[in-house]
């Protein structure tokens, strides 16, 4: 039976700015949040934090890989130690297994892996304020520093909310291109952040649903910065490459309101489902990249998108027939996890057909649309004018006492799923049930000898001056229930070494029994 | 560093990148909307707005990301 569950991760790359300064040092001041909040709470932020070691943003699910000398500047994870900004790609492990770094100009911050759309929720929301504290904490600097969880300035760049998922390694990649474009190119109506401007310059007055359709240029790729792809092919699964793929998803928006994050995560994870068990719906746009844009601009939900096969289908039926395509494979007695992304995915479509105003209080695009329209007319502003402008920005800023967002959400007009206690716990506490619970726990307990770490690998140093890598190439071993007595148990990292099983020296040899 | 987005204006098939989009219509839509409501929300927003929008704006300038 179908069902949500799967290994799943958000990234946010967030808007950054100096008040007042708009020649401040992007990587420098990105730098300084991170380490803002690594600082105080003892917690190591370098570059050499990171083990690259498994990293190769140059792998392409195609099936070969880009060479360096081919590929763009910004494709690169990692700067070569010889440019001068590598000084401040600063990374950090935190104690909820979430990565905290410097990626381009922005500050980024990675959740740790999580196996519920509801989890996912959690540990996005624990990464907004975690980049909240980093603001409060140099507020009180000479160079205070904003950060903005949205993804353009409408100046022509945009910058990423990455979606991660692990999906079965033997499905055939054009399987999941063919499978999923309908599904992402239309998604946006469920889960898109809004925008005021259309264009990449915004040069055209008005407002869309995507802040980041405009952006892109491609249908399939392996590009994240430029020529940007509905569908990216990187193919860097950070687990057994045997087993798994991850399916790196860069066409979605940040959202803020967390109805519209469980349904971006939850409805794209069951449509995954639906392409492993070889049953999507059978449906080709006759032009994905046209598609995407012509959704974006069409507030009123009702664009004819032409399909391959000379019918045309509307943004809301699509979504219907992969809804309807996905309930049927969960059966009669889904999963309460399942159960609730339906329940919700059906009730936004039955709500953006009939009037996407009752949606206000549930996704960011008509939220924001919402706000933006009784501004403009109780002011008489144009499309165009700088307030409005404004408005679309300070939506997204992560200060309660400033985001628009979270002005609307403390006046009980945006439906929340977390409470503040939950999120508050997971600033700190890793998930339970990945391998994000040993890298938390870890961090939280070895700090001291925790030499480097990245999404499948610890490094610890043992005081016996080597150093001793444990590989964690399985996202659903190192969870608590497997490994929360050890951890427990153990005094000291060599004590916690021993109980896991990990005695080997040599790092670069590959036994599948040392795994944890 | 050469981070910066590159924009590409050429589209394919020539098609203009930018569909002509009618400024959104409320219509009955915004019957719907508690609109005592919304003005106090209104209200409260022009107390944290930044003051100087046009300011704002211009300099909210972001390098290209990911």
């Known amino acids: 039976m179908l069902s949500v569950k799967r290994i799943m991760g958000a990234e946010t790359e967030f808007g950054i700015s100096q008040p007042g300064n708009p020649y401040a040092n992007p990587m420098r001041d990105s730098a300084r949040v991170v380490d803002a909040y690594a600082g105080p709470r003892g917690l190591k932020s370098s570059q050499d934090f990171w083990d690259f ?64 759309p509801r989890d996912v929720v959690r ?28 993804n353009t300035d409408s100046k022509g760049s945009s910058y990423g909310a990455h979606e991660n998922y692990l999906v079965d390694r033997a499905i055939d990649f054009d399987d999941i291109v063919a499978g999923i474009t309908p599904f992402f190119v239309t998604r946006q109506i ?73 349904v971006r995560f939850g409805s794209t994870s069951l449509v995954l489902g639906l392409i492993e068990a070889g049953h999507p719906p059978e449906i080709a746009l006759a032009d994905p990249l046209q598609a995407l844009w012509t959704v974006s601009h069409d507030l009123s939900l009702s664009a004819q998108l032409p399909l391959a096969d000379g019918t045309s289908a509307t943004a809301i039926e699509i979504q219907q027939r992969y809804l309807d395509a996905c309930r049927s494979a969960a059966g009669p007695a889904p999963d309460a996890d399942t159960a609730e992304v339906l329940r919700l995915w059906q009730e936004f479509l039955d709500a953006l057909a009939r009037d996407p105003f009752e949606l206000a209080d549930s996704i960011d695009w008509i939220a924001k649309w919402a706000l933006l329209e009784q501004y ?26 400033r985001g628009l967002f979270h002005k609307l959400e403390q006046a009980g007009r945006i439906r929340r ?47 016996e001056e080597s150093l001793i890598r444990v590989p964690m190439k399985y996202p659903l071993k190192g969870t608590r229930a497997l490994v929360g007595d050890v951890v427990e148990s153990s005094e000291t990292v060599t004590d916690l070494l021993a109980a896991l099983g990990v005695t080997r020296l040599d790092q670069t040899a590959h036994r599948d029994d040392s795994e944890v | 560093m ?49 003051s100087n929008a046009e300011e704002f704006v211009r300099n909210f300038v972001q390098k290209g990301g990911q």
């Open chain 2, 2 to 50: 050469s981070g910066q987005e590159q924009i590409r204006s050429n589209r394919k098939d020539g098609a203009d990148p930018v569909d002509p989009v009618d400024p959104p219509v409320a219509g009955q839509a915004q019957q719907q909307v508690n609109t005592e409501a919304v003005d106090s929300i209104l209200d409260d927003i022009d107390t944290v707005l930044e």
């Open chain 1, 123 to 150: 540990w996005d929301r624990a990464g907004d304020i975690v980049a909240l504290r980093s603001v409060e904490a140099l507020a009180g600097t000479s160079e205070p520093v904003n950060l903005y969880k949205n």
């Open chain 1, 53 to 116: 070691e498994t990293e190769t943003p140059l792998a392409d699910a195609r099936g070969f890989l880009m060479s360096t000398a081919d590929a763009h500047f910004s494709q690169l994870t990692h700067l070569p130690q010889t440019q001068p900004e590598a000084q401040y790609l600063a990374n950090v492990v935190l104690e909820n297994g979430a990565r905290l770094y410097v990626d381009h100009a922005h500050p980024e911050y990675s959740s740790p892996e999580t196996l519920t």
């Open chain 1, 190 to 262: 469920l889960c898109g952040a809004g925008r005021v401007g259309i264009g990449v310059h915004g040069e055209t007055p008005g407002y869309q649903i995507s802040s980041r359709a405009d952006f892109f240029e491609a249908e399939v790729g392996l590009e994240t910065t430029l020529r940007r792809p509905i569908v990216n092919t990187r193919d860097e699964p950070h687990a057994d490459p045997s087993l798994y793929r991850r399916l790196h998803v860069i066409l979605g928006d940040a959202t803020l309101a967390e109805p519209a994050t469980l």
């Open chain 1, 376 to 401: 403009r007319r109780r002011e008489d502003l144009a499309w165009d004018h700088p307030k409005l402008a404004l408005i679309d920005v300070q939506y997204h800023d992560v200060r309660p006492g």
């Open chain 1, 417 to 463: 799923l977390t409470s503040p206690e939950e999120v508050e716990a997971a600033v700190t506490s890793p998930p339970e049930d990945t391998r994000a619970w040993l890298r938390g726990s870890v961090v939280a307990k070895f700090t001291e000898d925790l030499v480097a770490a990245s999404w499948d690998s610890l490094i610890l140093a043992t005081g």
